[in-house]
């Protein structure tokens, strides 16, 4: 299936949960914190400006990029998990 955003959305593919604490503690589902971290899977075209014009967005594919807790939309698409979330919604952009 393919995802194809509006405007200044963006689909990321979050990262997964860690599995274990830096004490190698395993943790349980329910005590794993939704991820903030995740790649970029699609952009939109941009917002529409005024003018007519479209301000392009920054971001590009596979990007890997931070966003705030509890922004988004969280959808599933078979097992895989996603937020569309706008572009103003990102924090920053991780240079590995």
Do not use: H
């Not at 349980?28 to 899977?41: L, S």
């Amino acid at each position: 299936m393919k995802i194809k955003p509006l405007d200044d959305n963006i689909v990321i593919k979050q990262i997964e949960a860690e599995e274990k604490t830096s004490g190698g503690i395993l943790l349980p589902d329910t005590a794993k914190e939704k991820p903030q971290i995740g790649k970029v899977f699609a952009t939109g075209p941009g917002k529409l400006l005024d003018n007519g014009k479209r301000n392009k967005i920054s971001l590009k594919k596979n990007d890997k990029v931070i966003y705030a807790k509890y922004i988004g939309s969280d959808i599933e698409i078979g097992d895989e998990n996603y937020i569309i979330l706008r572009e103003s919604e990102i924090l920053g952009i991780v240079e590995d």
